[in-house]
C-alpha cells in the first residue's frame, strides 16, 4: 500500500475510534460556548470568549447550515476530525526522522493517549488547533529537507494562518516555526516577503470578518479599537490568579514549585494518564524512567536532527502555556508528541531483551484510556447532570420560580433548560433582591460555599462526579437546594 493509502486508512481509524467514543453531550463552559456562537456569534457576551476562535466556530457553522446538524455534534465532529489529523500528522513527522516502523508506534501511542482521546471528542478548540499546527511544521520540516521549490514553506505559512484561526493564542508559535525554517532554508528575501505575506493575508481573512462582526455589535466604540478591547477584557480579570499567570501574587516558590509540578508533571499524570490508578502510576514511571534514561545516554543523529527542527518552537510555546494559562493538559497537545519521541526512542535503544517494553507503552495508555472512553461517552458530564436532575425534579412550568444561584453550571441550565431564573456569581445570598426569595417555589445552588446570612443553611441533595482525566473543570458537582428555617 502507498504511504497515501496507508495515511487515509491511519486517518479514517482514528476519526472513527473518536467519533464512536465521543463525549455524550457539551461537557464544560467553554464547549457551550462554542455551542452558543454559531447560534450568535457575540464575543461581548462570551459566545464564545475572546480571542473568539473563528475558524473552529465557522467549521462547526458549516455542519450546522449544510448539514442541519446539532451544534454541539457539529463542533464534536471538528474535533474528532482534528485528533485524526494531529495523529496523521506527527505519524509523517516521525517518518520523515526515523522510518514507518517507528511512526506507526508513535502514531499507535498518540491515538489512544489519554489526554488526545479524551480532547479530541469534546467540544473543544485544542485538537483542530494543534492538529494545523503540526501540519503546518510537517509542511516546513519538507521545505527544509526537500529541494521542491517554495510550495512547501508556503503550504506552512498558509496552515500556519488557520492554525492561529482556530485558536489566536498559537499565532507567535506559528509565525516562530515559519521564520525559523526560513531561515534553516536560507529562503531568498523574495520568498522571505511573499511566505509572510501570505501568512498574514491568510489571517485578515478570518480575523477582519470577526473584527467587523463585533464592531457592529458596538457602534459606540470606534472600529479600531473593539478586538483589542475584548482581548483586554478577557486576560486583565485573570492578572491576580496564581495558577494562570506566573508571578501573579508574586514569586514565592510555594506557588512556582507548585506551578512547576502541575504542569510539567501534569505531561505524565494527567495527559499520559499515569494517576488513573497506583499500578499505572508505579508502570508509567517505570516505563519513563526507562525511556528517558536510554534516550539521554543513546541518541543518534536522527534524534539530533529531531529536535534541533523542534526545539525552538517547542520551548516558546511551553514558555507561553507556563507562563500564562492554567495547567490543563490540552493545551500540551502539541507537545505531548515529542516527549512521547524521546521514550519510545529510548525503549527501543534499551538492550534487545528489554525492547519489548516499546509496545507495553501504547498498551499502557490504551488500558487508562478505554474506561475513561467508555465513562465519557455513555455517562453526561457532572453540570449537565446538575440540569437533568432539575429537569426532572420541575417540569417546564414551574421552572421560572426556581432561582439557581450559579458559579459551575451557568452555561449548561441556559443550553439545556433557559427557563429557570439564574443568578451567577453571587458570594451572599443577602445580596438578592428579597421579593424573588420570598416568591419563589425553590432555590437551589450548585456548590456550598455561598454566604448564607442567618436562619439559612444548605440541603445538599445529589453530587456528581467524574475522574479529572476525562476532563480536569467541573469534575465534582453538587445540588444544594436552599433552607430557610425560622
Known amino acids: 500500500m502507498s504511504i497515501r493509502g496507508k495515511t487515509a486508512l491511519l486517518f479514517a481509524s482514528v476519526f472513527a475510534l473518536y467519533f464512536c467514543t465521543r463525549s455524550a453531550a457539551l461537557d464544560e463552559w467553554d464547549s457551550f460556548q462554542f455551542a452558543m456562537g454559531i447560534q450568535h456569534f457575540d464575543l461581548w457576551q462570551h459566545q464564545p470568549h475572546p480571542p473568539g476562535y473563528p475558524l473552529y466556530v465557522f467549521f462547526g457553522w458549516l455542519g450546522t447550515h449544510l448539514a442541519g446538524c446539532d451544534p454541539g455534534f457539529s463542533l464534536t465532529v471538528v474535533s ?6 494531529l495523529v496523521v500528522a506527527w505519524f509523517l513527522i516521525a517518518r520523515l526522522y526515523f522510518g514507518e516502523r517507528f511512526a506507526w508506534l508513535l502514531a499507535a501511542s498518540l491515538a489512544v493517549m489519554p489526554i488526545f482521546w479524551m480532547t479530541a471528542t469534546k467540544v473543544m478548540s485544542d485538537p ?50 515559519l521564520m525559523f525554517f526560513l531561515a534553516r532554508g536560507r529562503a531568498s528575501k523574495k520568498l522571505w516577503l511573499g511566505t509572510l505575506a501570505l501568512f498574514f493575508g491568510s489571517c485578515l481573512l478570518w480575523l477582519m470578518p470577526m473584527w467587523k462582526m463585533q464592531a457592529d455589535l458596538r457602534p459606540d466604540l470606534p472600529f479600531w479599537s473593539v478586538y483589542p478591547k475584548q482581548l483586554f477584557q478577557q486576560w486583565s480579570w485573570r492578572l491576580n490568579r496564581p495558577n494562570v499567570y506566573i508571578g501573579a501574587h508574586g514569586f514565592h516558590l510555594r506557588d512556582l514549585a507548585i506551578k512547576l509540578g502541575s504542569h510539567f508533571g501534569g ?21 519513563s524512567l526507562a525511556g528517558l534514561v536510554s534516550f539521554w545516554r543513546q541518541r543518534d543523529e536522527n534524534d539530533r536532527a529531531c529536535w534541533r527542527d523542534n526545539w525552538p518552537w517547542g520551548a516558546l510555546y511551553i514558555l507561553i502555556v507556563f507562563c500564562c494559562l492554567p495547567s490543563y493538559q490540552r493545551y500540551y497537545l502539541p507537545i505531548l508528541p515529542l516527549i512521547s519521541i524521546i521514550i519510545l526512542r529510548g525503549l527501543l535503544a534499551l538492550p534487545a531483551r528489554w525492547r519489548l517494553t516499546s509496545a507495553a507503552w501504547p498498551a ?15 455517562e453526561e458530564a457532572p453540570p449537565v447532570k446538575f440540569v437533568r436532575y432539575l429537569e426532572q425534579k420541575y417540569p417546564p412550568a414551574e421552572r421560572p420560580r426556581v432561582i439557581l444561584i450559579l458559579t459551575e453550571c451557568e452555561r449548561p441550565v441556559e443550553w439545556y433548560a433557559p427557563q429557570f431564573d439564574i443568578v451567577t456569581h453571587e458570594d451572599r445570598l443577602s445580596n438578592l433582591p428579597a421579593a424573588p426569595l420570598a416568591a419563589a417555589t425553590a432555590i437551589y445552588a450548585d456548590n456550598d460555599k455561598l454566604i448564607l446570612p442567618p436562619g439559612w443553611r444548605f440541603e445538599r441533595e445529589a453530587i456528581f462526579h467524574r475522574s479529572a482525566l476525562i476532563d480536569p473543570k467541573h469534575r465534582d458537582i453538587g445540588v444544594y437546594r436552599l433552607e430557610h428555617t425560622p
Not at 474528532?80 to 489529523?85: M, T
Request: hydrophobic letters at 60%; a positive charge.
Open 364 to 378: 499502557l495508555l490504551l488500558i487508562i484510556s478505554i474506561p475513561l472512553a467508555w465513562q465519557g461517552h455513555r
Open 267 to 287: 505531561w505524565f499524570g494527567v495527559g499520559f494518564g499515569f494517576i488513573a490508578n497506583p499500578v499505572t502510576l508505579v508502570i508509567g514511571i517505570l516505563l
Open 80 to 85: 474528532c476530525l482534528g485528533g485524526a489529523l
Open 128 to 177: 483542530m488547533a494543534s492538529a494545523l499546527l503540526s501540519v503546518q511544521l510537517l509542511c516546513a520540516i519538507h521545505s527544509a529537507r526537500s529541494r521542491r521549490g517554495p510550495f512547501p514553506i508556503l503550504a506552512a505559512a498558509f496552515f500556519g494562518a488557520l492554525a492561529a484561526g482556530v485558536r489566536p493564542q498559537n499565532t507567535g508559535v506559528v509565525l516562530l516555526i
